[in-house]
């Protein structure tokens, strides 16, 4: 389950048309295809049904106008520990998760999370399932059981899921701003809950928990506060029949929607500087103002109109002259933990060093560019463009998966008019400059709330606020002393953005003659290849470009490996102020390190991204160190690996896992020290040497036609490889690289024991592997079949039962190829040893669960399985990311779905079970596994014991990276 911490709301889409038909004025976009209707029950439920004949899932949110701010005086976390219990079991299905167990056994998944004013639950399934699913749903809002047995373990999740959160620097300043907020106001409770307000001061007060919880969902849980979205495959009467059958019995108390009048901080809570203790390394400033919640003026969008000018990248904006100065790595602005009744608008910032030294300097700038903006008045041609591209961006966006287009449009219900459910706020086609000035006057010096993190402030701070134990100190500021701040500012010109020629005006559709299934090789030369692949499922106006640069040396060392990250860092940051303007026109760019080099992706509308393409070409053509700019991005850099220190416990044992298999991953401590030792010469040198030799993969999909795409890639080749004095060469056949992975012993199984690299932190993590085989069909489909069998057992074992952990999972791992298990278990109650017995149990549990397996059981599963390998893809995106990855893992299976469905219609149950008892089982003959136990603060002593129970033929790694060079690896699939 999960919490969101405040409602927060981005602006997204625009104006669309009227759709017409069953769903009257609902607007939608021009290019859905779905139909929509809204219905009131009898019981005032509202509901809105959407019926998608083309889906393969179907999906349900049900929102209800009650969130933590309603919790009870002294029993914090409650409306969230609610959402917990929900799950576990109702009158009408009474055994224990069988909800989940259900719903994951029908190739679906399950969640929900608590924000201040609602709570949202949701589900996706198969399509053939779904009429039971949405009956066990409905259960949790007619009669649910709430066991006193299943209160107590489920506090202890709520407690973990706590844990995991207290060493978040985001946990803990929201938490901060809260605590600094009006005592008598919900804003400024504690939200999630633990188990000391659970169960510790209740208990001492003799307060039984498990009374308020049935008591609390009895006063708020009313049919006539919930909102329901229903997503299926059938005709909207016929759905229509199923909803008013399945929840006509949810009872309507006729409640109001709690509402929480008043403003969350009062004078004494405004004009203040607060210094915060993070833990992660780096220096952020938070400046918020409370202002009038734009949800009452959503057409005319002020927050997102000021948000857009204030947070601007491109020359002339605050960020670019932070970025010159050398004291800004980024910049957010715009409307955060709003509600119907208040709202603060936030500007981010993240600071360099020498940043940090200059904080005044930077308000002063920030207070400058507000005032010029108060004073210069609210411009129709910036408010004409928002509107264009937000227009262009909702008519042509792409099918997202239902059950995330469901919560959407749930939570919309509750604020929004029927007729803006689809869009929700992201309708700036009202220009009303009155409305936008009002906020704008907002951002005052009177009320400003500034909060200052940085590591210099540890022993210098006088407070701790007690949910987080976060340190801070706190200072009342004056408008006059912002005044000063101003006058001492450097002289920097701030400018309005220019025109953005990057809002994309053609939107025709190609006219593909071939209808290719699968990509086709269109173009091999030394120099590059070309994959291409035509858009004939989506239509939409939209293309997406993968350039994979291999290039040898990238890799080839700790001190390569940090100097090719540096400059991908650096090409974006020289990109940044110019492609800035094509992002926010709904063509976004990425660069980044990859196995054997670097990639570029460009994604989204196709119109202008040629553009886009020859500016990053050039960019890395023209590349120069700039030294300025070489050592902001060093020190940014530094601070991320730095901060690997303080990952969660899972995520260091992950990292362990990878370092053990990746043959090419270098230990991020050495690459740590040798970016220490580097300066801008060593990246000059570098860089030339890096491009001498390249190889460039190429994949293209979406609206381009065939002479578009090889164009783009002659263009590439006339810049990098054909000029009289190239900057690259084609590879030598013996330089192209390949992904290897450690291939464990059979019958092996591999120890790592490691502290955690956080002692501040008490929580524990196991990462317990099961390497099985290479990429293979009929081994692949019995290895994800297990894994479909497997799932929620484990959840519900080890989570729901044993209580070890809320993080908790079983899944696949697929490195470059080698496929295993996974089983992930963090825990703050029991050490890694513990827990890997606990997964030794678990998997003689599952054995005789096979075992017992019927054959009707058998094929329901495989059938599952078939139908979420047969789901089709919703979008370019994820068709393209499916075969891309095809391509770069070297496999080129594009038909590899259809492959893995035929093999399991073949399979048998034998078959299965006998691949179990081969790879998997405790004992299996041909068992490779490993486990990483990484110890928290308070696990660390049974390390020792651990360590020495490792005896033959169990096997300790001492030295991860001896280990790996003592190992065969596995054949490459990529020739």
Known sequence: MDIHKSQIHRTEMAVGTVASGECGDILKARTDKREYRRIVLKNSLEVLLISDPETDKCAASMNVSVGSFSDPEGLEGLAHFLEHMLFYASEKYPEEDSYSKYITEHGGSTNAYTSTEDTNYHFDINTDSFDEALDRFAQFFIKPLMSADATMREIKAVDSEHQKNLLSDSWRLSQLQKHLSREDHPYHKFNTGNMDTLHARPEAKGVNTRSELTKFYDEHYSANIMHLVVYGKENLDKTQGLVEELFEDVRNTNKGIPRFPGQPCTLDHLQVLVKVVPIMQGHELSVIWPVTPSIYHYEEAPCRYIGDLIGHEGEGSLFHALKILGWATG??????????????????????????????????????????????????????????????????????????????????????????????????????????QKVLDELSPNNVRIFWESNKFEEKTDKVEPWYNTAYS??????????????????????????????????????????????????????????????????????????DFNCP????????????????????????????????????????????????????????????????????????????????????????????????????????????????????????????????EDLAKFVPVLLSRTFVECYIAGNV??????????????????????ICRPLFPSQFLTSRVTELRRGMRYFYHHEGSNSSDENSALVHYIQVHQDEFSMNSKLQLFELIAKQATFHQLRTIEQLGYITSLSLSN???????????????????????????????????????????????????????????????????????????????????????????????????????????????????????????????????????????LVEIEDIVGFRKSQPLYGSLKL
């Not at 095809?886 to 080129?892: C, M």
Request: with cysteine; aromatic share 12%.
């Open 705 to 726: 036609e065939k002479d578009e795409a090889e164009s783009m890639v002659q263009h590439i080749e006339d810049v990098l490889f054909n000029d009289p004095k190239p």
């Open 815 to 953: 490195d470059s190829g080698v496929y295993g298990v996974l089983f992930i278990i963090q825990s703050s109650v029991k050490g890694p040893g513990h827990i890997d017995s606990r997964v030794e149990c678990l998997l003689k549990d599952l054995e005789s669960k096979l075992y017992n397996m019927s054959d009707e059981e058998f094929k329901s599963n495989v059938t599952t399985l078939i139908d979420m390998k047969l789901e089709k893809d919703k979008n370019l995106d994820e068709e393209s990311w499916f075969y891309w990855a095809e391509i770069q893992s070297g496999t080129l299976k594009f038909n590899r779905m259809d492959a893995e469905v035929a093999a399991l219609r073949e399979l048998k149950k034998e078959e299965l079970i006998d691949f179990f008892n081969e790879y998997i089982k405790v004992e299996a003959p041909k068992k490779k596994s490993l486990s990483i136990c990484v110890y928290g603060n308070q696990h660390l002593k049974e390390m020792v014991s651990d360590k020495e129970k490792t005896r033959s033929p």
């Open 474 to 547: 706190l200072e009342k500021i004056t408008k006059f002393t912002i005044q000063e701040w101003v006058q001492s500012a450097p002289d920097v010109n701030l400018l309005q953005p220019t025109p953005n020629v990057f809002i994309p005006t053609d939107f025709s559709l190609k006219d593909f003659k071939d209808k290719d299934i699968f990509p086709v090789l269109l173009r091999k030369t030394s120099f590059s290849r070309l994959w291409y692949k035509p858009d004939t499922k989506f239509f939409k106006p939209k293309a997406y470009v993968k350039m």
């Open 331 to 436: 910049l957010y602005a715009g409307e955060a933990d709003w509600s119907m009744e208040y709202s603060f608008f936030n500007v981010s910032i993240d600071l360099t060093d020498a940043g940090h030294e200059h904080m005044q300097d930077i308000l002063g700038l920030l207070f400058k560019q507000i005032k010029v903006l108060q004073q210069s008045g609210v411009s129709e041609w910036i408010f004409d463009e928002l509107s264009a591209i937000c227009e262009a961006e909702f008519h042509y966006q792409a099918k997202i998966d239902p059950i995330s287009y469901a919560v959407d449009i749930s939570s919309n219900m509750t604020i929004y008019p029927a007729k803006h459910w689809l869009v929700g706020s992201s309708l700036p086609s009202k220009f009303n400059p009155a409305i936008v």
């Open 553 to 680: 040396l990238a890799v080839s060392s700790p001190d390569a490996a940090v100097l090719s990250n540096i400059f991908v860092w650096l090409l974006v940051d020289y990109l940044n102020e110019y492609a800035y303007y094509a992002q926010t026109a709904g063509l976004d760019y990425g660069l980044s390190l990859s196995d054997n080099g670097f990639e570029l992706s460009l994604v989204g509308f196709n119109h202008k991204l040629m553009i886009l393409l020859e500016a990053v070409i050039q960019k890395m053509v023209k590349f120069e160190v700039k030294p300025d700019r070489f050592s902001v991005i060093k020190e940014t850099v530094t601070k991320a690996y730095q901060n690997n220190k303080f990952q969660q416990p899972y995520e260091q044992a992950t990292y362990y896992c990878s370092l053990v298999l990746q043959d090419n991953l270098w230990p991020w401590t050495e690459e740590l020290d040798a970016l220490s030792h580097l300066e801008p």
